[in-house]
């Protein structure tokens, strides 16, 4: 089943608005990350957040984590035309396998000028 | 910064051929990955390696085997193209420490390959 799903499935706002993503997850974890794709392209690494992390802040990004929740949302500020993108959040599994990431299916943000 | 480079954006095959995937990364890492990516069904991990010569099994392996015999370089074969092979196939990298879920992973650009 699907470690991570993100919510919405689509967002489209106007350039200067803030962006929010969240993510659900199901089994506990050691860490949560977040990817951007352009279209056509490979995944860009975004944030890192660890789970006894509870917030974390990257220039215009913020993201939170809540553990009892299993939930996670990424918060883009300002947003511009350029920070239109695929937005994933990817979950390993406490206690699974050392290696494997579970990719949602995605957020398409669209950001109009 | 992390540059990992696939060999073709863009590749056409035929149902039967033998299809070879490459993926070159240059900053040392020890860690490579095959991902493909289909719409609804988002990313799943193929094969994993660690090592030279090194692999795991992802989620979906089937139709798949790979190949690592320089830590820089890591291949995807298709053993014989099926069009339910149609996808983008995405390949990444990451050092290792700690574990490696703990680092992030760095991707290329895609390949998209067309099983006709």
């Known amino acids: 089943s699907q470690q991570g799903e993100e919510d919405p499935q689509a967002l489209s706002i106007q350039e200067g608005e803030n962006a929010t993503m969240n993510c659900s997850y199901k089994?506990?974890?050691?860490?949560l990350q977040w990817y951007r794709q352009n279209s056509g392209r490979g995944l860009v690494h975004l944030i890192l957040?660890?789970?006894?992390?509870r917030e974390k802040h990257s220039g215009r990004l913020r993201v939170t984590l809540d553990t009892s929740k299993k939930s996670s949302s990424l918060l883009i500020t300002a947003s511009r035309a350029a920070d239109t993108a695929s937005y994933f959040c990817?979950?390993?599994?406490?206690?699974?396998?050392?290696?494997?990431?579970?990719f949602g299916k995605g957020t398409l943000l669209t950001v109009n000028p | 910064d992390v540059k990992v480079t696939q060999s073709s954006r863009y590749l056409v095959k035929r149902t039967g051929e033998k299809v070879f995937l490459e993926c070159v990364q240059d900053?040392?890492?020890?860690?490579m990955f095959w991902y493909r990516q289909d719409p609804g069904l988002g990313l799943r991990l193929i094969y994993f390696?660690?090592?030279?010569?090194?692999?795991e099994k992802g989620d979906i392996p089937e139709g798949y085997s790979v190949s690592r015999e320089k830590k820089e370089r890591f291949s995807l074969i298709l053993e014989s193209a099926s069009t339910n092979q149609t996808s983008m196939y995405l390949c990444?990298?990451?050092?290792?420490?700690?574990?490696?879920?703990?680092?992030?992973?760095?991707f290329g650009d895609g390949t998209r390959l067309s099983i006709l």
């Open positions: 390696s660690y090592d030279v010569k090194m692999k």
């Open positions: 089994t506990s974890i050691n860490n």
């Open positions: 990444a990298s990451s050092l290792s420490g700690g574990t490696v879920i703990n680092q992030p992973q760095h």
């Open positions: 900053m040392d890492h020890e860690n």
């Open positions: 957040i660890r789970s006894n992390e």
């Open positions: 990817a979950t390993d599994s406490l206690g699974g396998s050392n290696y494997k990431l579970t």
